[in-house]
């Protein structure tokens, strides 16, 4: 069964196809578990030649060592290539505005760029992380949107305001441990970190906990690390129709207790985004939000995980990371998985239509 065959027809936003892989949210709790059941499969059965002769082109903006290595490899173990290409670097800067003069450091359009790649590839991912200069501007997500406007192939986020790629691989490691989701407490945690990070992992980590039926509780240390509304928005909805539930806390005791997942994750406020150095003082009292087993101990037995690269001892404890309950291995190693199931879907749907 191919993925076009199994997306909500209700998805909304014209711009956000079918057959693109941009976001989670337009795509049913039933398209994405056919996904996590090949992936399963396609660990015990990785070599295959079902993509023999196809290309994807990785533009990556942002630097990458699991979403690189797991695209790259799993191409290949598909009997794909794919094309590793950096724009600014290896490759011509790219505008990706509408309507601009371009006179600044930018040599080609993302209309050039998508149209050449389509013609040369069976699909494109992207990795583009936000500017950190203006939150108004950098949630619209414009940056992959223009790639997939101007594409005539599939496109994959690989990271920008939202890290899908990410969500499946969370998914199969908490159903590859805890078997079925729903019903089971998640623990979205913020963390200490120096300096503000990209959202991205922990808008994902709040959506596919929530479409998966999960209670998830947002442990935040205050107020301004709430998430952007519109995937809080969204996670109510998905808890709403999955028969799950969503509670923000600030009470690391309450948050813990009972929990049967905790997953850690650093971000920046969103109220300080693009001023630093105020962000830096808002958030030097929080340094106790660090998982340690202290924590752990106030949990229904919990796994954890994190998305990595994670700074031991900041964002969590040696002892927490060297503990059999830690399972951020087996996420980072399900990325290849569930991208190569991704890759399945989406290039065969192409290459049959």
Not at 60 to 85: D, K
Not at 208 to 231: C, N, R
Request: proline fraction near 4%; charged fraction near 25%; charge should be negative.
């Amino acid at each position: 069964m191919l993925i076009g065959d199994l997306i909500d027809p209700h998805i909304t936003g014209k711009l956000l196809s079918m057959r693109h892989f941009l976001s989670t949210v337009d795509w049913s709790r039933e398209t994405l578990q056919t996904l996590l059941d090949q992936a399963a499969e396609l660990r015990q059965r990785p070599i295959s030649d079902r993509l023999k002769g196809r290309t994807i082109a990785l533009l990556f903006l942002n630097p990458s060592m699991r979403t690189r290595a797991s695209f790259e490899i799993g191409a290949f173990q598909l009997g794909a290539h794919a094309v590793i290409l950096e724009p600014g670097k290896a490759a011509w800067g790219i505008e990706f505005e509408a309507g601009v003069v371009m006179d600044g450091a930018a040599e080609e359009h993302i209309a050039e760029v998508a149209g050449v790649l389509s013609r040369y590839c069976d699909a494109i991912g992207l990795r583009a992380f936000p500017l950190f200069k203006d939150w108004s501007s950098d949630r619209q997500d414009r940056v992959i949107k223009a790639l997939a406007e101007h594409s005539r192939v599939p496109v994959i986020n690989m990271e920008t305001i939202v890290h899908p790629c990410q969500e499946l691989a969370l998914m199969r490691t908490i159903q590859d441990h805890l078997g079925q989701p729903d019903g089971k407490k998640f623990v979205l945690t913020w963390t200490w970190h120096p300096r503000p990070l990209n959202t991205a992992v922990a808008n994902s980590a709040l959506l596919i906990a929530s479409k998966f039926g999960m209670d998830v509780t947002l442990l935040i240390p205050h107020d301004d690390y709430l998430l952007d509304e519109q995937f809080t928005d969204a996670a109510y909805a998905n808890a709403d129709a999955a028969g799950g539930s969503l509670d923000i806390s600030t009470d690391i005791e309450s948050a813990y207790q009972g929990a049967d997942f905790v997953y850690a994750k650093s971000w920046g406020a969103l109220p300080l985004y693009g001023r630093p150095e105020e962000e830096a003082r808002l958030r030097e009292p929080y340094r106790h939000f660090i998982v340690d087993s202290h924590k752990m101990a106030l949990t229904n037995n919990a796994l954890f995980s994190h998305c990595l690269p994670l700074r031991r001892n900041i964002k969590a404890t040696d002892e927490v990371m060297d503990a059999d309950y830690c399972v951020a291995l087996d996420e980072a190693e399900n990325r290849l998985h569930v991208q190569k199931a991704l890759l399945l879907n989406l290039m065969e749907r192409r290459g049959e239509g």
